[in-house]
């Protein structure tokens, strides 16, 4: 099911422009409106499923990602980022950023990243990940 008030929605009706990439009868890649590099990509399911992780045939969706991360690949690009962040549209989007790993912007984007990995106060001791950890770990009766 489609939604009326949905830009991918009306993307995948044909309503609002854009430049495809590729699709199937379940999925669509486009190119993204904001390209975080050349040939920043979204990746979103053809009915309205609001957050990736309830796309009801997950593993499809990402081997159609992989199918679009793969031909980036065979294109040149030695990196092709993947992110499923996106609160301004609120219809499952996986994003595919391919680089070369010099691109300015990207550098620039990823840097803030990159501080809080080498922060080291943002690295809980012992007894605070332990509590983390614990807060988070999965039962393991539930991990089939």
Known sequence: MLKDDCIFCNIIKGIVPSLKIHENDKYLAILDI???TEGHTIVIPKDHIEFVWDAPQIGEYFEF????????RELGYSYVDVLTFGRLVHHAHVHLVPHKGDDPDWKQALS????????PSRRP???KGEKIAEKFRMNPNLSE
């Open 112 to 119: 803030v990243i990159g501080e809080y990995q080498v922060d």
């Open 65 to 72: 990602v992989k199918k679009i991360g793969d031909h980036y």
């Open 34 to 36: 904001a390209q975080f």
């Open 125 to 127: 001791g012992a007894d």
